[in-house]
């Protein structure tokens, strides 16, 4: 009996070996690169909208629109965007994301300015799409430290909340159960979760592309910093935390940090 498990455990780690090598070889393929590089665009872009349009939306309808509406519904907006588009480029949405996949080394940092430029062009074509449709009206959704809030709170709220959310991707695309719905239930949830609390101390962004987005198309740069070292600090934080807790990273972290769109192709019927 001891045999027969020491065999299937061998086994299971040769399939992951090979899901790993497989998985490496298809993300080095560039047939599929537009694809991600849009997908990443594409999904920024979704998030920035109803994140910033929350604020926007709240404003100009005399407050019809929660803050409990406004926090969870960005939430609600990762976990489709996980589910429709996953398998394309992973879903980070946010560079901080991006940043702690590479680090964690389930991301090859070649790919990390493609993505980065691709959401910081999603978001930014969201807040204009916002500014068009409504002007500035809510300060168009940007995220600022609340009412008696210093920046130096905001800024470790980030930081915190920041290295949570790192933690929650990081943790749930380590192992090949928590891949696809758990790990969209999951972030979602975090990421809903956490602006409950702590939309009023610092906004909750977590993602330096959010924060950013809206800032530069209004004007006023002031307090971005602390919405892109408070995410930048609280990612890798959380890339230590993941290596405390599971050690090295996984072949499924790899597949769901770059997406498995070849492979999904390959497993397809011929017609």
């Not at 909340?161 to 749930?172: E, H, P, Q, R």
């Not at 758990?182 to 979760?193: K, M, P, S, W």
């Not at 910093?225 to 600090?233: A, E, F, R, S, T």
């Amino acid at each position: 009996m001891k045999k027969s498990f020491q065999k299937d455990r061998q086994n299971i780690v040769q399939q992951g070996l090979m899901v790993q090598k497989q998985a490496a070889h298809n993300f080095l393929d560039p047939s599929h690169e537009w694809r991600r590089i849009f997908a990443e665009t594409w999904g920024t872009f979704l998030l920035v909208l109803v994140a910033a349009g929350g604020g926007v939306v709240a404003a100009k309808s005399g407050g019809a629109i929660t803050l409990g509406m406004q926090v969870a519904a960005p939430g609600l907006m990762v976990m489709a965007i996980i589910y429709f588009m996953g398998t394309v480029s992973g879903a980070h949405l946010n560079p901080a994301v991006t940043l702690a996949f590479a680090v964690r080394r389930n991301f090859p940092w070649r790919r990390v300015p493609g993505y980065v430029l691709a959401q910081l062009f999603g978001a930014v074509t969201a807040a204009q799409f916002l500014h068009a449709m409504f002007g500035t009206v809510g300060g168009l959704g940007t995220t600022l430290p609340g009412r008696d809030i210093s920046n130096g709170t905001a800024l470790m709220m980030e930081v915190v909340l920041t290295a949570g959310l790192v933690n929650t991707i990081l943790g749930t695309a380590s192992g090949a159960r928590n891949i696809g719905p758990n790990g969209a239930i999951a972030v979602g949830g975090y990421i809903a979760l956490a602006g409950l609390w702590a939309a009023p101390i610092s906004g909750a962004s977590m993602n330096p592309a959010r924060s950013f987005a809206p800032d530069l198309v209004r004007g006023d740069l002031g307090a971005t910093w602390i919405y892109i070292v408070g995410p930048v600090l609280g990612a890798l934080i959380g890339v230590a935390f993941e290596w405390i807790l599971k050690g090295k990273p996984t072949a499924a972290g790899a597949l769901a940090a770059q997406g498995s769109l070849e492979i999904d192709e390959a497993a397809k019927p011929d017609v």
